[in-house]
């Protein structure tokens, strides 16, 4: 039934985004190059100035570091249009900023998978992600594949990107992404016997890593999202962050709200009745109520 009520908006949304700003350059761009503000005013990451036009609402869904977690995640079952985006490898002394900026215009909340080589040479973008509210989750020190090495390494691995994450933040990390993906059962298990994490997948690949355009990277993410699910990306590369306006704009206006991976999860916990409708809203209010009623489901 809500299934239907967001494919129902979703595409009273995508109607109002078609008549609000389809120019007809973009429609000839198609997938295969979309780099905003390519060669225009503003340059490759552009907008500068003109300011997106749609902001994820506040929320205030407290994490309680007690509550029991599973094992491992890559959605939430939920009707509700919440998503989790999240950025890997990084950070990145350029691209990450850059990614910040882009999710601060839109109050949009992320989850960054960081590596510990990179935390340590960076720890003052660590500090700022954890400032601006965004979560910051273990990647390992060396990006190495935890199913793969032998306990010892993996534990020196997994502690020593904990340790770097601490030093830069002072903030724990909770949750860990297995780099590659390359995890399994007995791992997963161990992570969560020895260190309290839950391994973190994902429901949405775009394959950025590709690198196969910025366009096509935007509109698989904007496309292959569903309700409750956690979309991967890697903040290293620069056409990613590129798609990454188009992209996150593309899924608030098909009425998707951004938390947390910490705050998905506790949601699948909460009833949706006790979640703060937020005030402030999309700028179009006939979908916003229309994607308001799904909390009500
Ligand atoms: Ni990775």
Redo the contacts with the bound molecule.
Sequence with gaps: MSKLTLLLFSAVSLCSIFFAGCNSSEKKNGNTAYLEGNNKKGGLFGRHGEGPRLRNPNFSIQVDPNLARSLTYSRIKTQAPFIAMTF??GPHPVYTPRLLDILKARNIKATFFVVGTNTRRYPGIIRRMIAEGHEVGN?TVN?KYLSRISVEQARAEVMGCERAIIAACGVRPTILRP??GHINNQVKVWLNREFGYSTIMWAVDPEDWKRPGSGVVAQRIITETDPGEIVLAHDIHGPTIAAMPRALDGLLSKGYRFVTVSQLISLERRKLADIETPKENLHNSDYSKKSLALFSD
């Design positions: 890997d490898d990647h990006h780099p590659g």
